[in-house]
Structures are given as structure tokens and as C-alpha cells.
């Protein structure tokens, strides 16, 4: 799927219309009807936008690093070599769950 399209699933799972969007955004709710339909190409900035009105940070990583991004991530965030279970250290995940 691409990006908009999963932030659109992303929006409609929050229960979140387009019009609520567009206004904790910024944006106009037409330029969010665009942006999910494909009708226009939205700059980088207002996908920003739609992404910080969901609570959500977009990301933007070198190709190099993504390997390794996606391992730690699988990994539950917690580094590799770290002990397991009761006294592995706290991940980034958790603690950002706790958020």
C-alpha cells in the first residue's frame, strides 16, 4: 500500500474524519481529500502535517540504515546482544508505549 493510503487507514481507524484532520492540521479539508485520493501530489510539509495531526512522526531514513532500523524494531527495540526476559534492560518501545 502506499503512504497515504496507510495513513488513511491510519486516520479512519482513529476515527478521525477528514474535516477533523484538516482543521488539528492546518491544512484545507479538500487539499486532505486530495492527499488520500491520489488527485494531487501533496508537498512534503503537508504530509507532515497530516502525520503530526494523527500523533504520528514520519520518518525519513537512509536506505543504508534500513536493515538495521527493521531489525531493531523486530527485536521489540531493545538492542541485540541484551539479555532476554526478566532483565533485559527497557526497550524504546516500552518506554514509548508508556507515553
Known amino acids: 500500500m502506499r503512504l497515504m493510503g496507510e495513513l488513511q487507514a491510519i486516520r479512519k481507524l482513529a476515527g478521525v474524519t477528514q474535516s477533523a484532520l484538516a482543521e ?3 491544512l484545507a479539508r479538500e487539499t486532505v481529500s486530495k492527499m ?3 488527485s494531487a501530489d501533496p508537498q512534503l510539509s503537508s504530509v507532515f502535517e497530516y502525520c503530526r495531526a494523527l500523533d504520528l512522526e514520519l520518518l525519513v531514513v537512509p ?3 534500513l536493515p538495521e ?3 531493531f524494531i523486530a527485536s521489540g527495540g531493545k538492542y541485540f546482544s541484551q539479555p532476554h526476559g ?3 534492560p527497557e526497550s524504546v518501545v ?3 508505549m508508556q507515553r
Open 63 to 65: 536506505k543504508s540504515l
Open 69 to 71: 532500523l527493521k531489525g
Open 94 to 96: 516500552d518506554k514509548l
Open 24 to 26: 488539528r492540521s492546518g
Open 36 to 38: 488520500e485520493t491520489g
Open 86 to 88: 526478566i532483565d533485559a
